[in-house]
């Protein structure tokens, strides 16, 4: 996020695109709700599915899945065409603006509505209007823009528009993407990226690794020169038999990858699966080694959380049985494969953090404990930085990037005739590792569903509770059925917290040609009333 959650209330006017906020990040649903409804705060949502915030919302799109980019563009096409941009800001602090006009040119209001499936130009119109109003306006994203192979595009696309309205380093204006897990940030900030070091620094660059070796006690061993394989990258690797070996820590892709079959398939060819986890989970139970690691009371030390803030974790409880820290499993492999490490506590840990990375290195242990600093933090007695690029862009000026609508990569037929998205709801989380062994959330939602409009239920005969087969080109899942006003017609949604039905056996592991994050978020499918004696394995 370049602003903070605290700025909420400094915001006239909210764009949520692509993220059901009060179920997947529901403190600052509420807050928005808050703002809408008691302050009159103007909010547009874009989404497939009608979600509680577009209830509320002054102009709710229910664009097809897939058409971030081109509903943007809308929204730009006309903020130019009326002359509504911040022309001033633009001049001082951006580049890259007049060759991001000439493709505006052609998403028009009515262009734009046949591309997302939109029955009434003029709301593209009025939302523009609403969006170049407000100053400022905070702009909400989550993987219902990223998870596509546009996912880049997508993300520059909301740049695009919020420095085209000034709104970037402004209090209460911001892109702001929610992260989908405590932490995923400060993995980031880490270095869990296949190109990148900690602090973003590109593992291509030889000074980079110099540095990063001399800190890692790397005597006569040198990092590699290539950025690694990303996820599916890997399993493609391990299903072609290039890759012998995987270790997976706190991750659980059996449920949470594309094209389960696929992935399944890849991680049985390995000679080595390790996996360390809390629970025995789907991916566990494929490993030849489980190592038990601490659930987050039973360990200290730090998360950084979506708006950048660096937040402590006390130990409350003992691990039970032999479960360890993760930095202590680490250290100790590590040992054995030759390295000197000798860190005896997470507060040593930290400490190498500061040196290492630049954004972390005015935040102390002592100060993490007593105080939430946002990085930024480049010295001791810096306060931390709440809102980005306030003076001046990282890069020095802000940079327009003009980009065209690409559809998905698999669009729908006459075999599979709708089009199916995927997300999590407000009972579960991501692929149930906790949730579902939660007996109070597991009795609230104990199975999964597809979720389907009226019409599109009655078109196939369909009933609400009953179970249905639901069929994509890698495979097919029983799953019961959920009529509901949510989707759009010809869309169905499907959450993928549930293996017994698992939504990833039917999504396209297609990637993003920069960042090859796959496209969960649409795909095309076919769904069918089951025939007696065809019930299959209930959900």
Known sequence: MTNSIGEIPSSEAFLVIGSNTTENHPVIGSMIK??????????????????????????????????????????????????????????????????????????????????????NPDDIVKAARILAAAKPMALYYSMGITQFISGVNGVKSTANLQMMLGNVGKTGGGVNPLRGQNNVQGACDMGALSALLPAY????????????????????????????????????????????????????????????????????????????????????????????SCAFLEKEGTVTNTERRVQFMNKVVTPPGDARDDWWITQQLARRMGLQWNYTRAEEVFEEIRTVTPSYAGITWK?????????????????????????KFARGKGLFT??????????????YPLT?????????F?????????????????????EMSRADAAALDLVDGEMVAVSSRRGSIRIRLRISPRPTPNVVFIPFHFFEAAANRLTIDALDPTCKIP?????????????????GAAC
């Open 34 to 119: 808050h703002e809408v409804i008691h302050r009159g705060k103007k909010l547009v949502v874009a989404d497939p599915r009608r979600i509680e915030l577009a209830r509320i919302a002054d102009v709710y799109l229910p664009i097809r899945p897939g058409t971030n980019v081109a509903i943007l563009n809308g929204f730009m096409h006309v903020i130019l065409k009326e002359g509504l941009y911040d022309k001033a800001y633009i001049d001082e602090r951006c580049e890259g603006f007049e060759a991001l006009i000439p493709v505006l040119e052609k998403y028009t209001p009515e262009h734009v509505a046949g591309i997302c499936g939109l029955a």
């Open 201 to 292: 620094q590109p593992v291509i660059v030889p000074a980079n690794r110099e540095k990063f070796e001399k800190a890692w006690g790397m005597c006569g061993c040198s990092l590699p020169e290539k950025p690694g394989l990303t996820i599916i990258e890997m399993m493609n690797a391990a299903a072609r038999g290039d890759l012998k070996a995987m270790y997976v820590m706190g991750e659980n892709p059996v449920v949470s990858d594309p094209n389960t079959e696929h992935v399944i398939e890849a991680m049985e060819k390995l000679d080595l699966l390790i996996v360390q986890d809390i629970f025995l989970t789907e991916t566990a139970r494929l490993a030849h080694v489980v190592l038990p």
């Open 367 to 391: 100060r993490a404990r007593e105080t939430k600093v946002q990085w930024p933090c480049p010295a001791v007695d810096h306060p931390g930085t709440p809102t980005l690029h306030k003076e």
């Open 402 to 415: 003009a980009i065209e609508y690409t559809p998905p990569a698999e669009v729908v037929d006459r075999e």
């Open 420 to 428: 199916l998205t995927t997300g999590r709801i407000l009972e579960h």
């Open 430 to 450: 991501h692929t149930g590792t906790m949730s579902r062994n939660s007996r109070i959330l597991d009795e609230l939602v104990p199975h999964g569903f597809i």
């Open 519 to 535: 496209e969960y978020k649409v795909c095309a499918c076919r769904v069918e009333k089951l025939v007696a004696g065809d019930g």
